[in-house]
């Protein structure tokens, strides 16, 4: 289920909005995955301990929230643009992790890869 796909450059100070899709095993249909969580994180090496230089955990509303239906499988993870601020430019390592709770939890990689950060050009935005 776990691609690796490339990003699109992280500008620093920027909202993040990444829709995720999940696909059952089959590749054609889609879990309900409302109730669960979903985890993005970037490290500087992919070796280092949690939460890396940036990690945003989401908890996926049930039900049709902005168009985006969880029964289908969707959600939107975002990123605010104080934690994006935050981030030193160059390459980091990343992931979105979709884990159901239970014991031992249930956790599936679905992106992985390279992502850079690049400079903003306006840094005043008042």
Same mark, same amino acid.
Request: no cysteine.
């Given at each position: 289920?776990?691609?690796?796909?490339?990003?699109?450059?992280? +500008?620093?100070?920027?909202?993040?909005?990444?829709?995720?899709?999940?696909?059952?095993?089959?590749?054609?249909?889609?879990?309900?995955?409302? $109730?669960?969580?979903?985890?993005?994180?970037?490290?500087?090496?992919?070796?280092?301990?949690?939460?890396?230089?940036?990690?945003?955990?989401?908890? +996926?509303?049930?039900?049709?929230?902005?168009?985006?239906?969880? !029964?289908? $499988?969707? !959600? +939107?993870?975002?990123? $605010?643009?104080? !934690?994006?601020? !935050?981030?030193?430019?160059?390459?980091?390592?990343?992931?979105?992790?979709?884990?159901?709770?239970?014991?031992?939890?249930?956790?599936?990689?679905?992106?992985?890869?390279?992502?850079?950060?690049?400079?903003?050009?306006?840094?005043?935005?008042?």
């Amino acid at each position: 289920m776990a691609s690796k796909t490339k990003l699109a450059p992280i +500008v620093r100070g920027d909202t993040l909005r990444y829709k995720i899709v999940v696909t059952n095993p089959d590749g054609k249909t889609h879990p309900d995955i409302g $109730g669960t969580l979903i985890i993005f994180t970037l490290k500087t090496n992919a070796t280092d301990l949690d939460p890396g230089v940036l990690q945003v955990k989401y908890t +996926v509303p049930s039900g049709i929230t902005g168009g985006i239906n969880a !029964a289908n $499988g969707e !959600a +939107v993870l975002t990123v $605010g643009s104080t !934690a994006t601020d !935050a981030l030193a430019l160059g390459s980091y390592f990343y992931d979105f992790q979709w884990v159901i709770s239970s014991i031992p939890p249930v956790v599936t990689t679905i992106q992985y890869g390279m992502v850079p950060v690049i400079t903003d050009i306006t840094r005043s935005t008042s």
